[in-house]
């Protein structure tokens, strides 16, 4: 059975336009949506209503406040260390952030709370220390050599050290993957599984996870892997991905030493390989019994304070991009609403907002357990930061659960990083986070024009995975996320402070609060731009089911998604509980296509 047009035409809403191309039918456009066009034209989704309520009500006032310069210092500090949970560097930046919190008055002052809840890691914490990986030239390299006319360098001998790190701020640091033990072996190198010799050291292309057990029963003594994801490539066309040494993760309790060197260092190996020439890997790491920690800072509310909005920026890692610009982000974020209440520019918000500083998927559980009300909303602050012109990446938002996870349409596509992941069946429940969090980016558009600016580009996507979103999700809780890609410095050595535009996380801080007060502070004001807003949506969504020929699976399953967020977003500006609304139920759950990286 195909849909008619006529099945899915919303009465009396507007032409809905998307880059520059309207829908097929409708009436004429009205004339506050031509207005909004320039603007709406620079967000790659679907428009929102123009409006002062919502998020627009407390765009200007952060603007006005958030100090860029003071979160890029912390930011700085943060990428100083190569982050692993419970790590040395992990505990620096979590005191780091402990400060800036307390020094605001945060665990000082009434209605603003500070806790660092402490959770069994299960497992000692790793701090990496050194690593070292050096070439050294056999017989028959030396003779090679020789007769090209290449003369060693005096007292060089046979080893030539190709990289190491000796402090966790060093360009290097990632060599050493996450969780990698302590070594010293030295080794002939094996190129590729098939022909591995046991007492060899396997140098692959492939994810180490995808080659540890095999390369481990195959007798190898470590391995060396110049894997990147294949899309991140320099948008410069400079080729300085050629550089980027991966950061990767082993797994839990590998013994088998593993190093991980860029795609130059990689391709050197491979021709150093055919004359024989072995590979030395040094490395040092501690591991430490200790209790891993999470920072919660909340902002009580002034009427509903027992229902808590979460605003989260993960702390572990080793990136600036990733994610020591995203937790410096939201500490200055959480600086700013203080500041804002405490000049009483700002009305103190209905609910609670709660701040969240901790790893990147399990800070969210710590959270709900902690915290003594009730989970609204989630949004999730990673990747927040990426300069643009640098990294070729741009804002975005990934909406959590909602149809398009199942069933992904146009305008919707998904990024490169799309895992192919399915929603649990059963599990999607409707709620209008994504119509606020859609008004606040282009909000901030707007503001950025008003103040000389220019329109700010931003995007968004279906559901991907990754992050603490999915804690959210699965307890039924609204969730969001603002990131930035395609970034071809992602996971990687080249993810430093040089790729960070104190700008872009200006903006997309303040997008991220602003969604956040819309939520904490609803009020019934807000409540017609945002039905505007879904309606929008809804006139989208339903054309594209038609013009794709979806089916009617799509079709109901969208009615009911804009059913429930149309009753989600009538009690949250109200001021009532949130309805518990049941399940979508799914008759089909296909697998959405653009898998991209099974292995990553």
């Known amino acids: 059975m195909r849909l008619t047009p006529v099945l899915c035409l919303l009465a009396g809403a507007p032409t809905v336009y998307l880059g520059g191309c309207a829908s097929s039918s409708g009436p004429p456009l009205p004339e506050k949506f031509e207005q909004r066009s320039p603007v709406a034209g620079a967000h790659d989704g679907p428009p929102v209503d123009q409006g002062q309520t919502g998020s627009a009500r407390f765009v200007h006032g952060l603007l006005d406040v958030y100090d860029a310069e003071a979160a890029m210092g912390v930011a700085t500090f943060l990428d100083g260390f190569y982050r692993a949970p419970a790590s040395e560097g992990y505990e620096e930046s979590i005191e780091r952030v402990l400060a800036a919190l307390y020094g605001a008055g945060f665990g000082a002052t009434e209605g603003y709370e500070l806790s660092t809840p402490r959770r069994s890691m299960g497992a000692p914490a790793w701090t990496p220390v050194s690593a070292r990986l050096a070439a050294v030239a056999g017989d028959r390299a030396i003779q090679e050599a020789s007769k090209r006319g290449v003369k060693r360098r005096a007292g060089s001998g046979r080893e030539v050290e190709l990289m190491r790190f000796d402090r966790e701020r060093d360009l290097h640091r990632v060599m050493l993957p996450l969780g990698a033990p302590s070594c010293s072996v030295e080794g002939p190198l094996g190129l590729g599984l098939e022909q591995l010799e046991p007492g060899r050291v396997l140098l692959t292309d492939r994810p180490l996870k995808a080659v540890e057990q095999a390369a481990a029963e195959a007798g190898a003594i470590g391995i060396i892997s110049d894997y990147v994801f294949p899309y991140c490539v320099d948008p410069t066309g400079d080729k ?3 550089d980027a040494v991966f950061y990767d993760e082993v797994r839990p309790g590998s013994s088998i030493p593993s190093f991980q060197v860029s795609q ?35 902002i009580e509310g002034a009427e509903l304070k027992d229902e808590v909005v979460f605003i989260l920026g993960h702390v572990d890692g080793a990136g600036a991009n990733d994610n020591a610009a995203g937790a410096a982000g939201v500490v200055e974020l959480a600086l700013s609403m203080k500041r804002l209440i405490d000049g009483g520019a700002l009305d103190r918000p209905r609910r609670s907002i709660c701040f969240v500083f901790g790893t990147e998927t399990g800070a969210g559980v710590t959270a709900m357990e902690e915290s003594r009300g009730a989970p609204v909303a989630a949004i999730v602050a990673d990747m927040i930061a990426a300069d643009a012109d640098e990294t070729g990446a741009m804002c975005l938002l990934e909406r959590g659960w909602d149809p398009a996870s199942l069933f992904p349409l146009p305008p919707d596509k998904h990024t490169p990083w799309s895992t192919g992941m399915t929603v649990p069946d059963g599990s999607i429940v409707p709620h209008g986070l994504s119509i606020i969090c859609r008004e606040a980016l282009i909000d901030v558009s707007y503001a950025e024009l008003a103040r000389g600016g220019e329109a700010w580009t931003t995007g968004e996507h279906p559901w991907e995975g990754g992050g603490d979103q999915g804690s959210f999700l699965v307890e039924g809780v609204a969730s969001s996320l603002f990131w930035h890609f395609t970034d071809f410095t992602f996971h990687t050595s080249l993810d430093r402070m040089d790729m960070v535009d104190p700008d872009e996380l200006r903006r997309t801080a303040v997008a991220v609060g602003a969604a956040a007060l819309a939520v904490a502070d609803a009020r019934p004001v807000d409540l017609e731009r945002h039905l505007d807003t879904l309606n929008l949506e809804r006139r989208v969504r339903l054309d594209a089911v038609v013009r794709e020929e979806a089916g009617p699976e799509a079709e109901e399953l969208w009615k009911a998604w804009f059913r429930g967020a149309r009753f989600w977003l009538k009690a949250l500006t109200a001021g009532e509980a949130l309805p518990e609304v049941e399940p979508l139920v799914v008759p089909v759950a296909p697998t959405p296509e653009g898998a991209a990286n099974p292995e990553g």
Do not use: F, M, N
């Open 264 to 298: 130059r260092i990689g391709a050197s190996l491979r021709t150093a390989a055919q004359v024989g020439t072995r590979v030395k890997l040094e490395a040092e790491v501690r591991r430490e019994e200790r209790p891993l920690r999470t920072v919660l800072a909340t």
């Open 240 to 242: 300085r991905d050629y």
